[in-house]
Nanobody, 122 residues
């Protein structure tokens, strides 16, 4: 089992950048595929990005491709989301997620963090 805690959210102007972090507990972090999701007010939670256990494979939603970068540091049991060229429509609560399988983490992760708010002003 793994517990996830996100940090790094905040208020930023359009065009700016933020880096989200997700710290995991548990001895088997390096065996989990990790992902980021987001939920905007009045909308369903949606997939943002995912990374395989080794970091060798990544996958992004079309809406963030080229602007966001997911990475991980297994020694630090952490996963990151670098967000550049932020837009007001990126405003949402961002959630870290984990699953044993990469194909699963992009759709129905087994573990979730509590989320961190990102607000992009125009």
């Amino acid at each position: 089992q793994v517990q996830l805690v996100e940090s790094g959210g905040g208020l930023v102007q359009a065009g700016g950048s933020l880096r989200l972090s997700c710290a995991a507990s548990g001895r088997t972090f390096s065996s989990y595929a990790m992902g980021w999701f987001r939920q905007a007010p009045g909308k369903e939670r949606e997939f943002v990005a995912a990374i395989s256990w080794s970091g060798g494979s990544t996958y992004y939603a079309d809406s963030v491709k080229g602007r966001f970068t997911i990475s991980r540091d297994n020694a630090k049991k952490s996963v990151y989301l670098q967000m550049n060229s932020l837009k007001p429509e990126d405003t949402a609560v961002y959630y870290c997620a984990a699953s044993a399988a990469f194909a699963v983490v992009v759709s129905r992760p087994n573990y979730w963090g509590q989320g961190t708010q990102v607000t992009v002003s125009s």
